[in-house]
């Protein structure tokens, strides 16, 4: 075993912890932009669900989990931008919905 003197002892317990203090850093900032993505698609999610009911009613919130489904809050952002405009109708909502990766087609159930 080599021989260490008390100033490498010394220089290597200092390296350790700085590495230590910066993988904190980015653990924790990591952890803040993914908690604050997290809410961000939570409050989308919940801003489309009430645009569905008002609008579409109980056919609108079918939509829900195929939604639910999809990640990237830019195509949430544009869900909830096409349940503003008027003249948007379940079945433009329905094939964004389907070309954005709601995984699937998204079907109208029929009435039992």
């Known amino acids: 075993m080599p021989y260490v003197t008390s100033v490498e ?3 290597f317990k200092r390296g350790l912890k700085e590495g230590l203090e ?5 653990g ?3 952890g803040l932009n993914e908690g604050q993505a997290l809410g961000m698609r939570e409050g989308l999610l919940d801003g489309i ?3 569905l009911e008002l609008r579409f009613g109980s056919r609108g919130m079918e939509l829900l989990p ?3 489904r999809i990640q990237d809050l830019d195509t949430l952002r544009q869900v909830k931008e096409l349940l503003r405009v ?10 964004f919905i389907a ?3 709601g995984n699937g ?8």
């Open 9 to 11: 002892r010394i220089g």
């Open 49 to 51: 669900d009430l645009g």
């Open 28 to 30: 924790k900032l990591l």
């Open 105 to 112: 087609a998204v079907t109208q159930q029929e009435p039992a």
């Open 66 to 68: 195929h939604l639910r």
């Open 22 to 26: 910066e993988g904190l850093k980015k």
């Open 86 to 95: 008027r003249d948007t109708t379940i079945e433009d909502l329905e094939r």
């Open 99 to 101: 070309e954005s990766g």
